[in-house]
C-alpha cells in the first residue's frame, strides 16, 4: 500500500505508520502459523464431533442440503445488515476523535478487517482496519487505536448484558448449573471492563510517568493520542451508540434464529432469547485470539451449549453450527476476497485529509 510523500520535519510517533509487509495478507496466509492455526482446529473439530454419543456425520449434510433457502437468505440479509451498522458506529466514535469519513469509507474498511479475521488469527484484523485508514486518510493511528478500542468495550459490554437478559429470558423456569457459570463469567466481565476503563480514564498516565520506559516521551504522545481517540466520545451520544450496538448484536441473534427455522428440526425450540443467548456466547468465544474467527473454539462452544444446555441433539447441533458458520464466516471470506481484490483501500494510495476538530466531549 502506498504512503503520501513525506512530509518535511520529523513524523509524531504514531504518524509513521506499520511496515506493509507485516500487515500483507497473503505473506500472513502463508505464514505457518496461520496455517496451522486453520488445521489444528479443523482436526480436532473433526475428532471431537465424530466421538460424540449419538452424532451422526452422514445425516449432517443431508440436514444442511434441505435448509429452506428463503430463511437461509434471510439470515444472510440480517447478518449484513449489520456491516453498515457497524461502520455507522466506528463513524461516530472518529468523529468524536476529530477523524471526519463517509460511511461507505467506514463500513468498506471493516468488512475488510473481518476478512482479515477470518483468516489470520492474534485478532489482526484490528490493527489492519487502522492501518487500511491510516493507508487512505491523514488521520492519527493512535487515536484510531482508542476508537477501535472503544469500540470493543461497547461490544463486550452488550454481549454482555444482552445474554444476561436473553439468559433471564430463556430460563426463567430454571437454570442449570453450567448456565449459572455463563452467568457468572458475563458478571465478571462487566465488572473488569468498569473498573479497566475507570483505571485508564484516572490513573494511566500518572501510571507511564511512574515507569522507567525507554524514550517515554514518545510512549506518552502515543498514550494521549489513543486516549484522546478512546475517552473523546460525547456523552450526548452514548446512548445512540448504545442503541446501535444492540441492533448490532440483535443481527447476531436473529442470524442464528433464523438459520435454525430453515432447518426446520421439530425437537429444537430455542426461541429468540436462545438464539440471543447462544449467539451472544459464541461471539463472545471469537475474543479468544489462538485461531482465526473463534475456529474450532466457537463451534465447541456452541455445540456444547445447543447440547447440554438445551437439549439439541448432537447431530442437529453440529448442523446448526456449521450452517451458521457458513453465515457469519465462509461468507465474509467468498465475499471479503472479492471485496479485497476489487477494493482501491487494499492498495492505498493519495491519502485525504479527514481531520477535524474533535467533537466536545461535554
Not at 487500511?132 to 454482555?160: Q, Y
Not at 440483535?250 to 427455522?261: H, N, S
Amino acid at each position: 500500500m502506498s504512503e503520501q510523500a513525506p512530509q518535511p520535519g520529523p513524523a509524531p510517533a504514531d504518524e509513521a505508520g506499520l511496515p506493509s509487509e507485516q500487515l500483507s495478507l497473503a505473506r500472513r496466509l502463508r505464514s505457518p502459523r496461520t496455517v496451522v492455526s486453520f488445521v489444528v482446529p479443523l482436526l480436532l473439530i473433526l475428532l471431537v464431533i465424530v466421538n460424540i454419543e449419538g452424532f451422526q456425520l452422514g445425516q449432517v449434510v443431508g440436514l444442511i442440503l434441505d435448509a429452506d433457502p428463503l430463511l437461509l437468505l434471510a439470515a444472510f440479509v440480517v447478518y449484513y445488515i449489520g456491516f453498515p451498522l457497524r461502520g455507522y458506529r466506528w463513524l461516530l466514535l472518529l468523529r468524536s476523535a476529530g477523524t471526519r469519513i463517509s460511511l461507505r469509507d467506514s463500513t468498506e474498511i471493516i468488512f475488510l478487517s473481518w476478512l482479515v479475521n477470518c483468516l489470520v488469527p492474534a485478532k489482526l484484523g484490528d490493527v489492519y482496519r487502522a492501518y487500511l485508514l491510516r493507508a487512505n486518510f491523514i488521520v492519527s493511528l493512535s487515536k484510531t487505536f482508542g476508537t477501535v478500542f472503544m469500540e470493543r468495550v461497547f461490544d463486550l459490554f452488550a454481549i454482555a448484558l444482552l445474554g444476561l437478559a436473553a439468559g433471564f429470558w430463556s430460563f426463567r423456569s430454571g437454570m442449570s448449573p453450567e448456565v449459572q457459570i455463563i452467568f457468572a463469567i458475563a458478571l465478571v466481565v462487566l465488572v473488569v471492563l468498569s473498573v479497566g476503563l475507570y483505571s485508564v480514564r484516572n490513573f494511566g498516565r500518572r501510571a507511564l510517568v511512574r515507569m522507567p520506559l525507554p524514550r517515554k516521551e514518545t510512549i506518552l504522545e502515543f498514550y494521549e493520542r489513543f486516549e484522546t481517540g478512546l475517552f473523546a466520545i460525547n456523552p450526548r451520544q452514548v446512548p445512540l451508540l448504545a442503541v446501535v450496538t444492540g441492533l448490532i448484536w440483535l443481527t447476531e441473534g436473529l442470524r442464528l434464529y433464523l438459520v435454525i427455522a430453515a432447518l426446520g428440526f421439530d425437537d429444537v425450540h430455542l426461541g429468540l432469547s436462545g438464539a440471543m443467548f447462544v449467539a451472544l456466547a459464541g461471539s463472545l468465544l471469537t475474543a479468544i485470539p489462538l485461531t482465526p474467527a473463534g475456529l474450532g473454539i466457537v463451534e465447541a462452544g456452541v455445540v456444547g451449549i445447543l447440547t447440554i444446555v438445551y437439549g439439541v441433539p448432537p447431530t442437529e447441533a453440529v448442523a446448526i453450527t456449521l450452517l451458521d458458520r457458513a453465515v457469519s464466516v465462509l461468507s465474509v471470506i467468498v465475499l471479503g476476497g472479492i471485496a479485497y481484490v476489487l477494493s482501491p483501500k487494499t492498495k492505498g494510495g493519495p491519502r485525504r485529509p479527514a481531520e477535524i476538530e474533535p467533537t466536545p466531549a461535554g
